[in-house]
């Protein structure tokens, strides 16, 4: 049974930072691109950031404020978010897809419950 179980969402101050993590069971981490989204209230999900197998072949909708990175050795992936917004108030989710990167949600075949940020203005 595959599992992404993500933590460390929270309430957050304007210009303040967290990192999320994304704990993966059930499949063979090492072999799959991992990414995350996000979902704000009323909107579509969009893509946030993703890493390939490796680790260093990266890809984000903020490269500034955005870091991913991934722990083959924890089967875990995390997001580190700097100078929080308001606009970056959302559900975030972590994907995994077999392969090749992709900023498509569709593309992912599995998809954790999601943690919630709020950042407060």
């Known amino acids: 049974q595959v599992q992404l179980v993500e933590s460390g969402g929270g309430l957050v101050q304007t210009g303040g930072s967290l990192r999320l993590s994304c704990a993966v069971s059930?499949?063979?981490?090492?072999?799959?691109?991992m990414a995350w989204f996000r979902q704000a209230p009323g909107k579509e999900r969009e893509f946030a950031a993703a890493v390939g197998v490796g680790g260093s072949d990266t890809v984000y909708k903020d490269s500034v404020r955005f870091t991913i990175a991934r722990d083959n050795a924890k089967n875990t992936v995390y997001l580190q978010i700097i100078s929080l917004k308001p606009e970056d108030t959302a559900d975030y989710y972590c994907?995994?897809?077999?392969?090749?990167?992709?900023?498509?949600?569709?593309?992912?075949?599995?998809w954790g419950q999601g943690t919630q940020v709020t950042v407060s203005s």
């Open positions: 059930g499949l063979a981490f090492s072999n799959y691109v």
């Open positions: 994907a995994a897809k077999w392969a090749y990167r992709s900023t498509d949600a569709g593309q992912y075949d599995y």
